[in-house]
């Protein structure tokens, strides 16, 4: 488990790192389809320009998530990672349509292609920083479990499909299919916007404050069932926000349990709990059988 300091410091260094990622990839492909004309390219001009936006909103949504719990918010403000996500499904979704007009009327209207070298020379240094983004965001998810970052790694694996898919349309392109780029482009808009309504989905599941996994439940009361003492369990409630669990239960106690033994045993049903999931911040409540 990490401090949170350690936490702030990886979501921090994601939002930057994508940022900047996206930024030099909109400069680079901008220059590129200026000089082949590609509709591919274009499609990976337009995603990674509503990229950058995206990143931006999400470095700060994670800086605004990482604030402390203060008297207007007393569960913190963790749910504005999820609120960044929709805001990433919502560029995302546009691009993928934007993405696709660009393909249909080159479909069309066929126009040769330009010189495809420096675009060619472009998606492999694209490849190589979203891969490179990819490796960073897997390891600061890992060990952070952020909504916002794994959004935002949705998207950018889709990207890496997205540059792939554009490389090949202008290899083929070189070597006398040019009309095939525009597929390539319909279909990598597709794809996005399938990614774009994965993202929306997470993002809602956890505004709309959906439970935890059964699994993770049922493991909760398998926990506290285990202390000598409790009869029962019931009322389970489970929700998240940002990287924090919020849990609510009722532990079934002898009626006639002195009140500082029956609080003992509520101490212990939360720390059994937060001893295993550590994101937990639990609330237990006791009845009398």
């Known amino acids: 488990m990490i401090t949170a300091a350690e936490h702030q410091r990886l979501l921090r260094l994601a939002t930057r790192a994508s940022l900047a990622v996206a930024s030099i990839l909109v400069v680079s492909?901008?220059?590129?389809?200026?000089?082949?004309?590609?509709?591919s390219l274009l499609a990976g001009l337009t995603d990674s320009a509503l990229d950058a936006v995206a990143s931006f909103l999400n470095l700060l949504a994670v800086h605004y998530a990482l604030r402390p719990a203060d008297d207007d918010h007393r569960f913190g403000h963790g749910k504005a990672e999820a609120l960044?996500?929709?805001?990433?499904?919502l560029f995302i979704g546009v691009s993928?349509?934007?993405?696709?007009?660009?393909?249909?009327?080159?479909?069309?209207?066929?126009?040769?292609?330009?010189?495809?070298?420096i675009g060619i020379a472009v998606m492999l240094l694209s490849l190589v920083l979203t891969v490179a983004l990819l490796a960073l965001q897997r390891k600061v998810i890992r060990l952070t479990g952020s909504t916002a970052v794994r959004a935002d790694s949705l998207h950018y694996r889709s990207d890496l499909l997205l540059n792939g898919s554009i490389l090949l349309a202008l290899l083929l392109a070189r070597f006398g299919w040019p009309h095939l780029d525009a597929l390539f482009g319909l279909g990598i808009a597709l794809y996005i916007l399938w990614s774009a309504l994965q993202i929306?989905?997470?993002?809602?599941?956890?505004?709309?404050?959906k439970e935890l996994p059964t699994d993770i439940g049922?493991?909760?009361?398998?926990l506290v069932m285990g202390i000598a003492g409790v009869k029962g369990v019931h009322d389970l409630r489970t929700r998240m926000s940002g990287n924090q669990w919020f849990v609510q239960l009722h532990l079934e106690l002898p009626g006639q349990l002195p009140l500082h033994e029956a609080h003992e045993l509520c101490v212990q049903a939360s720390e059994v709990i937060r001893q295993r999931y550590p994101k937990a911040d639990v609330m237990v409540h006791a009845d009398p059988v």
């Open 29 to 39: 492909k901008a220059v590129a389809w200026w000089l082949s004309g590609s509709v």
């Open 84 to 89: 960044a996500g929709m805001a990433q499904a």
């Open 96 to 117: 993928a349509v934007l993405i696709g007009v660009q393909a249909v009327e080159r479909l069309q209207d066929p126009t040769p292609l330009g010189n495809t070298s």
């Open 200 to 209: 929306a989905r997470e993002s809602t599941a956890i505004l709309m404050d």
């Open 218 to 222: 049922e493991g909760m009361v398998d």
